[in-house]
T-cell receptor, first 114, second 114 residues
């Protein structure tokens, strides 16, 4: 079946370093790739997204890249700060009957050490 | 609050009880979703409603029964649950046809089945 694999499951970095989280997807019809951040005890929140007609997108310290041929997409966080500590979920979406079909990755728990 | 409100925030119920989870959004979205979030597992899609019509039922046991009376409200009726159903239940909404395809999640209901 369709799935999204996310790596690593846990990532620990020193404050100021960069963090990279990688995802692969299986459904070549996927055309929208959001990333969500979930802090402890809180709801997942959309932080950045990318569409299949774009290879890279940047928003301040966060960037996403997409390689459609390889079905890979990645989240890059530069100059990490302790408040970046959270669980990050990638997802791959496509239009299905009546709405989006979205498959989530298993999540990456990011620890940023001060 | 992000515009998607879930009640109750916490629920403890016995296996013979009947309870309902409620989700409400006033964002003008026309697709609503129920997700189950268990420890160390990806977000699991349970149900999708688009324009008040159920368009996806992801092989969810019949002890979970969704209801979408209008585009702003979504319920999840629970009966004769099992302890393994204990999890965080997240509601989300999105706008069908919008160029921004991302979900807005509610804060979730933390369900414990005893």
């Amino acid at each position: 079946g369709e799935n999204v694999e996310q790596h690593p499951s846990t990532l620990s970095v020193q404050e100021g370093d960069s963090a990279v989280i990688k995802c692969t997807y299986s459904d070549s019809a996927s055309n929208y790739f959001p990333w969500y951040k979930q802090e402890l005890g809180k709801r997942p929140q959309l932080i950045i997204d990318i569409r299949s007609n774009v290879g890279e997108k940047k928003d301040q310290r966060i960037a996403v890249t997409l390689n459609k041929t390889a079905k890979h997409f990645s989240l890059h966080i530069t100059e990490t700060q302790p408040e970046d500590s959270a669980v990050y979920f990638c997802a791959a979406s496509k239009w299905g009957t009546g709405g989006f079909k979205t498959i989530f990755g298993a999540g990456t728990r990011l620890f940023v050490k001060a | 609050e992000t515009g998607v409100t879930q009640t109750p925030r916490h629920l403890v119920m016995g296996m013979t009880n009947k309870k309902s989870l409620k989700c409400e959004q006033h964002l003008g979205h026309n697709a609503m979703y129920w997700y189950k979030q268990s420890a160390k597992k990806p977000l699991e899609l349970m149900f999708v409603y688009s324009l008040e019509e159920r368009v996806e039922n992801n092989s969810v046991p019949s002890r979970f029964s969704p209801e979408c009376p209008n585009s702003s409200h979504l319920f999840l009726h629970l009966h004769t649950l099992q302890p393994e159903d204990s999890a965080l239940y997240l509601c989300a909404s999105s706008r069908r046809g919008d160029s921004n395809y991302g979900y807005t999640f509610g804060s979730g209901t933390r369900l414990t089945v005893v």
